[in-house]
């Protein structure tokens, strides 16, 4: 199925299968660079959410314990179905992968020490660190829209970056010193925003 334009009505889930069946097609595409695949299924395809939702769902299930493509399929199948919606986004996201990688685990076992397999796992790495930063630029298109400016969420990602890619400190920290003034920030801009939209005629 050919991407959907950006500005086409948004669709949602129709039933709690096609959730599961649609988290299902999604995981099992996603060996390695996951992010890339979700952003292209959801957005462009399904059009589940915008670009802009994407961005701020996908920050939210960043920021959780857990694997981020986990949470964000727990968040979708509750918005729409509840409970029920959130374990089959659940169901979905896991079954099918773990059964790929208990036999993976089970063939893997015998040459996980060859050189060749140990080359082939660094170029994976090397793959999905290709594919994240690749939708990274993709969807910063949509902080455009974002109230902290986008000046300043870059300057936030490069102190992140910096943060734990650089000096090496734990993510859980980086995460509270960053996080805790982006919100001070986009707070401050919304009640200024909401101020001049009070005192325009």
Do not use: H
């Not at 009505?9 to 890339?36: I, Y």
């Not at 660094?122 to 994240?132: D, Q």
């Not at 996080?179 to 005192?199: K, P, T, V």
């Amino acid at each position: 199925m050919p991407p959907m334009p950006e500005n086409a009505p948004l669709n949602q889930p129709r039933s709690k299968t096609d959730l599961f069946v649609s988290f299902t097609v999604l995981a099992l595409q996603g060996f390695g660079g996951v992010l890339a695949v979700v952003q292209r299924e959801l957005v462009e395809k399904k059009r589940w959410m915008t670009r802009e939702q994407f961005v701020e769902d996908w920050a939210v299930a960043q920021i959780m314990p857990g694997p981020n493509v986990v949470n964000l399929s727990l968040m979708i199948g509750g918005r729409y179905f509840g409970l029920p919606g959130a374990l089959a986004g659940l169901a979905g996201m896991l079954a099918a992968p773990m059964v790929v990688v208990l036999l993976l685990a089970v063939a893997f076992g015998g040459v996980s020490d060859a050189p060749w397999a140990q080359g082939a796992l660094r170029g994976m790495g090397a793959v999905s660190a290709g594919l994240i930063a690749a939708v990274g630029l993709k969807l910063i298109s949509a902080l455009r829209s974002n109230p902290m400016g986008m000046p300043v969420c870059i300057a936030l990602a490069a102190a992140s970056f910096a943060g734990v890619g650089l000096l090496r400190w734990p993510l859980a920290y980086v995460l509270l010193g960053t996080g805790l003034l982006a919100c001070g920030w986009a707070y401050w801009q919304l009640a200024q925003q909401a101020s001049r939209a009070a005192d325009a005629p």
